[in-house]
């Protein structure tokens, strides 16, 4: 047999999945995990920039602080992803 030769991706009940389904499911995986680790960044940068001595509530300053850590990141991501889209075109 062809070593070359792969099976095409199986679904649910075992039936073979189009190559534009599975692309579709990895992209949707994949956008899945980034918005995860996204969020998962914000967090840890912004709370421990923003959040000096952690108690059972943030004070409005606290509160603030975390909501521009998270425009500015949004901001900053945005015109990145701006950049790479572009020079791709």
Do not use: N, W
Not at 33 to 38: I, K, T, V
Not at 51 to 64: A, D, M, Q, Y
């Amino acid at each position: 047999m062809d070593s070359s030769y792969s099976s095409p991706p199986m679904g649910s009940g075992s039936r073979p999945v189009s190559p534009e389904a599975f692309m579709e499911q990895m992209e949707s995986q994949l956008a899945h995990a980034y918005a995860e680790e996204f969020v998962e960044t914000l967090r840890e940068k912004c709370f421990e920039k923003c959040v000096t001595k952690p108690g059972s509530s943030l004070g409005g300053s606290e509160s603030s602080c975390i909501s521009r850590c998270v425009d500015r990141y949004m901001e900053a991501t945005g015109i990145i992803s701006r950049s790479l889209f572009t020079k791709r075109s």
